[in-house]
Every structure is written in C-alpha cells, then in structure tokens.
C-alpha cells in the first residue's frame, strides 16, 4: 500500500494522501515505535501524519474480547434504544454499551439516555453522545472490524490522543493527528499536534484514503 497515492483538491490545493501497511497490533506495541518504524524513509519535511483511531487504542489495551465482557442490567436495558445508523453498530449492542458504561460511569450515561430520549420527540438527534462524552461516541462493537481477532471485540477509544500527537510531532518533527474516519463521509479528528488545522485535515481525509 505504500504506493498507493492519492490526492484530494481542496481550494485548488492538492494534497497526497499515502496510505501505510503495517503488521497487526496488539497490546504488546508502543505506537510510537510503530509510527518510527513504518514511516522511516518515507515521511518528509511537512508532512502529516495521521493515525486511526482504533489501532491507537489497540496498543493500549483498549480492545475488549467481547466474551470478557460482563454485561449489567443497565446495558440490556438501554442498548435496544439506540438507533442502528449506516456507518456503523456503536452503542446498539449489549457489550458496548456495557463499555461505554464502564468509560462514562453509570450516572452520566442514565442521564444522557433520558435527555437523549426526550430530545427525539423534537427532533433532536445525537443527544445522548453529546451528554455521555467522547470516549461513549468512539466505542467500535464487536463484530464490526474486518481484522481478526479484532472481530470478537469491542474497542474502545484510544486515551491521551493529543499527548501521543505531541510526542511523535516532538520525535519526528511532523504534524501529527489521530481520526475516526469511516467509509461514508465521517471524518473527525480527535487528537493533534498544535499545528494542525482540524477542519481542513477532517476534509482531505474525507473519503477515508
């Protein structure tokens, strides 16, 4: 994949999008040695690095075996009422709901859950993700990874974003981010170094390169 190139035009400015190989992580890797060791020869003088989310989280010990997973009461009864979307499973599973519960705390995901209820009958989605916190809205279900064993776990996502950034901006002297991107038209970043530019890096990376 290291050839695999491509470009985005954005505000008659184009920008290469080069996506990296790598082997599969596990919680044994430091993700920083794996951005040294997979980027050597290949990163130039402004350049940024991005990263996704989920292989962040992976090498934290953020990847939960869905079996490990003991499910209370609260998350049988609140996973039935969120909404399947088309990018994704999320919180409408028992065990990742259970997380999110774990990440979030009991009273913080109740009170998301009811407002985000109540906030329907207005017209108002996306309630409960805003209440319940970040870490809530990048919990991956199990099932939903392609990457074995990955496909049996719920995965949460990734802590200290914004220190990792810094640290490789530090090491490597490029611009560095962490993103959740999916394959139709999300695109969030959610760490970074300081000098990148959220809003344009979210639009070259659009389209999920």
Request: glycine share 8%; with cysteine; aromatic share 6%.
């Amino acid at each position: 994949m290291r050839n695999n190139i491509s470009k985005k035009i954005i505000d008659d400015i184009v920008f290469f999008r080069q996506p990296i190989k790598t082997k599969i992580l596990t919680s044994d890797d430091d993700i920083i040695e794996i951005v040294l060791q997979y980027t050597n020869g290949i990163r130039k003088k402004n350049d940024i690095i991005v990263l996704s989310e989920s292989p962040v989280a992976i090498t934290q010990g953020r990847a939960i075996r869905e079996d490990k997973i003991k499910v209370g009461l609260l998350a049988r009864l609140l996973w039935r009422g969120v909404k399947r979307t088309s990018y994704g499973v999320g919180l409408r599973s028992e065990t990742s709901m259970q997380c999110a519960i774990d990440e979030c705390g009991r009273l913080r995901i109740i009170i998301a859950a009811i407002i985000g209820f109540l906030c329907k009958f207005i017209g108002k989605r996306g309630i409960f993700y805003k209440i319940a916190g970040k870490q809530a809205a990048l919990i991956d279900a199990a099932h939903t990874s392609p990457v074995p064993p990955y496909d049996k776990t719920v995965i949460k996502g990734p802590l200290h974003a914004d220190e990792i950034c810094n640290r490789i901006k530090l090491i490597t002297g490029n611009e560095t981010a962490i993103m959740d991107i999916n394959n139709i038209g999300g695109s969030w970043v959610i760490g970074k170094s300081p000098g990148i530019d959220s809003e344009l890096l979210e639009k070259i990376m659009m389209d999920n390169p």
